[in-house]
């Protein structure tokens, strides 16, 4: 099982551009998640997702987008990027909402210039 | 609000030495408790969580709720012990994560 798996690794935007991340699990795990981190900060939650066709709003949702189309994928969505979104951004899933261990991603290095 | 702090930025101890990372949440309700780990150039991976109270690599955690602390110990640290380590809160019944700033630890030869 190659995990979670997310791509790009990096990528440099500039303002006012629009990307998706691309985040991938071949678990079968119902709940999947996105973060971002901060330098010094802890990571926070944005969107995360119980299955599919279902999402919702974490800490810091605005100006970021989901879906969940398939239980395998959960792209973000960044339509107007902005230097307040530079940060990485990792993904995580867990197979139930009880059994809580979180398979993280690789993450991905955004910059906005 | 949740909120999770981790006071040390950075903690270096000397191999053999007691290691405590220090973790102190704020939430009203009945949270769960993780210790998060990433070793250089590894992925995060989960550490210990306070409801299985076990022990993983040396490692130990106590939920005290009077003090709303989680801190995470080890009685004699290795060198492979260092690594970035994150608290984190999740409400239970929820799927709102919450994770403290992070601790570096390192441990001296």
């Known amino acids: 099982n190659a995990g979670v798996t997310q791509t790009p690794k990096f990528r440099i935007l500039k303002i006012g551009q629009s990307m998706t991340l691309q985040c991938t699990q071949d678990m079968n795990h119902n709940y999947m998640y996105w973060y971002r981190q901060d330098p010094g900060m802890g990571l926070k939650l944005i969107y995360y997702s119980v299955g599919a066709g279902i999402t919702d709003k974490g800490e810091v949702p605005n100006g970021y987008n989901v879906s969940r189309s398939t239980t395998e994928d959960f792209p973000l969505r960044l339509e107007l990027a902005a230097p307040s979104q530079t940060s990485v951004y990792f993904c995580?899933?867990?197979?139930?909402?009880?059994?809580?261990?979180?398979?993280f991603g690789p993450g991905t290095r955004l910059t906005v210039l | 609000a949740q909120r999770v702090t981790q006071p040390e930025k950075l903690l270096s101890v000397f191999k053999g030495a007691p290691v405590e990372l220090k973790c102190n949440y704020s939430y009203s309700g009945s949270p769960e408790l993780f210790w998060y780990v990433q070793y250089s150039r590894q992925r995060l991976q989960l550490l210990l969580r306070?409801?299985s109270r076990e022990s993983i690599k040396g490692f130990t955690a106590d939920l005290n709720k009077g003090e709303t602390s989680f801190h995470l110990k080890k009685p004699f640290a290795q060198e492979e012990d260092s690594a970035m380590y994150y608290c984190?809160?999740?409400?239970?019944?929820?799927?709102?994560?919450?994770f403290g700033p992070g601790t570096r630890l390192s441990v001296l030869p």
């Open positions: 306070h409801i």
């Open positions: 984190a809160l999740r409400e239970l019944r929820g799927q709102n994560f919450v």
């Open positions: 995580a899933s867990s197979y139930s909402g009880t059994d809580n261990e979180q398979f």
